[in-house]
């Protein structure tokens, strides 16, 4: 599928109308203070961005993320409330249809059908079926690893080749040959290492609680229609511990239920069928069904970004769940030092964006303002949901080097210079991050698609997989060297702006073995040696 790079803008997953971008000042010279802007990870969902004094908002994403350039001129970055009509009509050709059943070398095929463009059912419950209503069905019999061999003119467009040389295995061949021999023989090599648990019932029904623990979580997600970015997200939020944990027991109602706690209701709804093993693979047109009626713009089944969509779902998701208190200002004195004003700003947040989400996912920015004449400094506190990094202009790099470009000293000049409150005027300023407060869970977006040209980066970045390998304590505002992160998750795009495929990489919490999620389709394993490629996007770390 073609894919759409992210529209330019400041959004938050901290869901709209919600206040974020606090400042305070210190004085450079005889106490005049100088507002340096919200961070860019602070924007309300509809695209807004707060401001602290200075008459021009410098977004971190200013850095890069904003490609809104590269989108029609009469498109605004803040169209996020529009449907289809943002996208030209060139763009809802699709490149890549679905996949229906595909053969392997030693893997029984199973016959599948696939729901039509927009139609679906109006079930509400999950199809675990591998046959399930369709508007039609491939008009070849013939299948392909991707897709079909011979079809129409209109689906011969296929993705490209996965990064992973791994072999699959069709889910929904659960009485499958192969699948029946893996379980055999994982029973007989038990046996013949001498166990003695096997001789008893409880042993035998012991061993096999834990064989079905480790094929819990091990489910595909069917296409239906340009969906592999959705599905991609939803398998990496899926191996997210504690927000399954959480998920897989929460049953909301529907009456009275607001747009985003639907959507809540339904995903939690789709992770506890993911997380069911008897089911290899399920549907998700409900919870399509659900985000689409949210955001218009996802209501029809044109090509989208992985990551903007990770913003908005988990903006959703905290809106269900946020208790927060609104209307409360936020008044800090200046002459309190930086690690207060950073506890303060961080308490008066969290009451305002109270929830698991938030709990989980949300970390705290420190941005630094320096004016260049007067030497006045000012210092703000922001959350972020993710750290969107530039990549350098090698081929090949370390993730280590992307940080260091995501934080480093940049001056704000000519059009970018901003108004500093001590002179008054636009002033050449230097600007830089550090992290004051880490998250749980970090999530890394690596910005692939360029921003002076339309077409995607496809440098290789070497980044830390690894349990505990990656130490992000250099790039943190106070000394600590306890910031560990372990490497859960990945989003792959493959292909290009003109035609791609997104796919998710994940480590199951149990087995702690790594499985491809390429749509409904689920690798038996993948090796570490395989996880690091050029098709890496998103990145998704646990702290240790």
Known sequence: MRVIAPRGSSTSAAGSGSLYGTSSSTSGGNGAGTSSSSS???????????TNGYSRCNSYYDRGSSLSKFLPTSVSSSSYSSASSYYPSSYSASTYAPR??????????????????????????????SAYLSGSTYDSPSYGRY????????????PPVSPTP??????????STTSTSRQYSSSNSSALSGSSKYNTDEGYRSSTSAREEKAEGLCGLRNIGNTCFMNSVIQCLSHTTELTRFLRTHHGSRTSATKDQLILLEFAKLIQEMWTSSVHTVTPMDLKRAF???????????????????????????????SGIKGETLNIDDNLSDNKKADLTWEWYTRHENSLVRDLFVGQLKSTLKCTTCGNTSVTFDPFWDLSVPLPSSTRCKLEACLDLFIREEILDGDEMPTCSKCKTRRKCTKSFTIQRFPKYLVIHLKRFSETRWSKLSNIVEFPTADRDLNMASYGANSNSNVHYSLYAISNHMGSTAGGHYTALCKHPVSRKWHEFNDNIVSDSVSENFLVSSSAYILFYERS
Do not use: C, I, P
């Open 292 to 322: 689409s009626a949210k955001h218009r713009m996802y209501s029809d089944y044109n090509q989208q970004d992985a990551q903007e969509f990770l913003r908005f779902f988990l903006d959703s998701l905290h809106s269900a769940l946020n």
């Open 147 to 158: 897709g079909a061999r011979n079809v129409s003119s209109t689906r011969n467009v296929l």
């Open 40 to 50: 860019g990870a602070t924007g309300s969902a509809s695209g807004g961005a707060t």
């Open 100 to 129: 229906s059943t595909l053969h392997r070398n030693s893997v029984g095929s199973t016959s599948s059908s696939y729901l039509s463009g927009g139609s679906g059912s109006t079930s509400s419950t999950y199809r675990t079926s």
């Open 166 to 175: 791994s072999r699959y295995w069709e889910r929904d061949s659960g009485n």
